[in-house]
Nanobody
Framework: QVQLTESGGGSVQSGGSLRLSCVGY????MGWFRQPPGKEREGVAVIGVDGKAKYADFGRGRFTISQNGAKTTLYLQMNSLEPEDTAMYFC???????????????????????WGKGTLVTVSS
């Protein structure tokens, strides 16, 4: 049974930074997704088996997805946060056996099998 546990969320002011963590060993593809209040879930950043990453336009240049060497923890470093970044952030993982393009993971076209319960990020102006 795969368990993913997110942490690191909290309340920050606009322009601030947070680093989210997702604990759970995974050697396949992983990603961060978010669901703003009253909106649908959207992809934030995904990382493939080969370590290549892809970001949503809103996060490119501000957010960085990474894993530790042992691949037991997935991170999302978020800088220059804006009120529009307020959302529940989720970690997700999948075997990605069919090697789906990272774009599909990010768009949500490819349903990832394992999800954490989320961590809340609130950014005030």
């Amino acid at each position: 049974q795969v368990q993913l546990t997110e942490s690191g969320g909290g309340s920050v002011q606009s322009g601030g930074s947070l680093r989210l963590s997702c604990v759970g060993y995974w050697n396949h593809c992983m990603g961060w997704f978010r669901q703003p209040p009253g909106k649908e879930r959207e992809g934030v950043a995904v990382i493939g088996v080969d370590g290549k990453a892809k970001y949503a336009d809103f996060g490119r240049g501000r957010f960085t997805i990474s894993q530790n060497g042992a691949k037991t923890t997935l991170y999302l470093q978020m800088n220059s946060l804006e009120p529009e970044d307020t959302a529940m952030y989720f970690c997700a993982a999948d075997y990605c056996l069919s090697r789906p393009p990272l774009e599909r993971l990010l768009r949500g076209d490819y349903a990832m099998d394992y999800w954490g319960k989320g961590t809340l990020v609130t950014v005030s102006s």
